[in-house]
């Protein structure tokens, strides 16, 4: 039995022991992966994973040079009326809820306002950088920012990370004005999914071709913002969290995981909807992983 195979069977026992609500699960370590299904193989709400992908779209554009994590809002998107402090919010603040704006919004929730964007930025600032706050509102402000440049930033990043993993038309769940949610409401499949998990793992490489540096991967889940929570939501990186144990992930609503365990150059990728006990998947992913070899070292690809 292969690695991930044998990864993936102590999963698929232990989430069947514990009778969670689960979609689907693929595990790739090295070039070795292997999947199982509970259910049929649809495109899902990826909830707050969607966020990762944000974070990719930045990081491509900040290769592109259109974009800096220092640019702000007031900046980019000098239409709006600003909150007290609120001019200095930068897109690394937004990306890493620590804009210290007071809005704690979510894409579940209805959006009363002509424009999402302007309701959070005219609210004061406690001091950007200094108080952590996660709201869908950041990512989507961010996104706002990006489409400032790049226009609809669904449609921006099919040539540069979609087609190129084979997702074809993927939809993305929009405001009242047409943008896309950002922090939510992005719909993948399972194996979809596991191909953006491959690209974090693989430190921004595709079969052979860099999509996005390899040091925006790194700068990701570099350095944490301490939320002031416990664990499992204790430190929060750039769209990503820290854990659990050594891996870090992206982390959605009821259950959607992406788990890197760059130990065992392993990715872990989960759809579900486990609406009591969503994080034992991923303590389960992580366990099932603690059989498997750790990875040798390996030599950076050209390009890098």
Known sequence: MSDASSVLHRFVDAVNAEQLGIYGVHVS?????????WRSDDRENIYSVSKGVCALATGMAIGEGLISLDSTAKELLPALSFGPG??????????????????AWFADEPVPWPDLAQEMMRRPSRGPGTVFQYSDAS??????MLASVVGDVRDWLLPRLFDPLS?????????PRGHIMAGSGLELRTGELARIGRVLRDGGRWEGRQLVDSAWIARM???????????????????????????????GRYGQY????????????????????DHRLAELAVEALSGAPTAPALAAPAGR
């Open 167 to 175: 997702i074809h038309n993927p939809q993305w769940h929009r405001c």
């Open 221 to 251: 889940h570099g350095t944490w913002v301490e939320t002031g929570g416990g664990a499992p939501f204790a430190r929060y990186g750039m769209t990503v969290w820290e854990g659990p144990g050594d891996c870090w992930r992206l982390d």
């Open 139 to 144: 990512t989507y402000v961010a996104m706002r």
């Open 29 to 37: 370590i090295g070039d070795d992966e292997a999947q199982h299904r």
């Open 86 to 103: 609120a001019d200095a919010v930068t897109l690394q603040n937004l990306l890493t809820m620590s804009s210290g704006i007071d809005f």
């Open 258 to 277: 992406v788990i890197i365990d760059e130990t065992r150059n392993a990715v872990v990728t989960i759809t579900a909807h486990e609406e009591h006990r």
